[in-house]
């Protein structure tokens, strides 16, 4: 073992896969990317990182809902590209040309383009972490669409794919809480 920088061991914990977000305020829809998530427990309660400094979260300050549209391999230059720039002056959903779909319980629009949305509200927003808490109301996924592999962030403008699937269902399932 050697050392290394304390100020990059996030590098060696990434959280799930990037994301994009939507909202939708005053007549505008807008995407952002966001690199840091994770599910709390076993609900269908989510955290992302962000904070004023990005454009789209007045939107979720102000309209309390998001959508999380969850990106494959195939779109990751799209991605890096929607987090590269601001919505403050651009059109990302021209601009990357995505196609923005009503969402069934929240006004920000779901993406077509991604393998699955989830409709959120924002439960809570802990300022001195930059942390949104998300509560799902509503889940989309394309099982017709044949790219499925998500990408993660490493934290350094590097990323990493999945991969194949191992099933250890049976080893864990005494372990599982009841209707998973």
């Known amino acids: 073992m050697r050392s290394m920088k304390l100020s990059r061991a996030f590098t060696l914990i990434e959280p799930g896969p990037v994301v994009l977000v939507t909202t939708h305020d005053r007549g505008k829809s807008n ?9 709390l427990d076993f609900t269908p309660v989510f955290a ?3 904070g004023p400094w990005n454009y789209s979260f007045a939107a979720m300050q102000k309209t309390r809902e998001c959508v999380i549209a969850i990106p494959t391999v195939d779109l990751l230059d799209r991605v890096v ?3 590269t720039c601001s919505g403050a002056d651009s059109d990302k959903f021209a601009k990357f040309k995505l196609t923005a779909i009503g ?11 991604c393998l699955a949305n989830i409709e959120c509200k924002v439960v809570d927003i802990v ?24 990408v993660h962030a490493v934290g350094d403008g590097t ?7 191992l099933d250890r269902k049976k080893m864990m399932a005494s372990k599982l809480p009841a209707g998973l």
């Open 31 to 39: 995407i952002m990317t966001i690199s840091w998530t994770m599910v």
């Open 48 to 50: 992302v990182a962000t």
């Open 81 to 83: 590209g929607i987090g």
């Open 103 to 113: 969402g069934k319980v929240v006004k920000a629009p779901l993406i077509a383009e």
């Open 127 to 150: 300022a001195k972490h930059n942390i949104v808490v998300l509560e799902a109301l509503a889940a989309h996924i394309d099982p017709a669409r044949k790219e499925k592999r998500t």
């Open 159 to 165: 990323f990493v794919v999945d991969g194949r699937k």
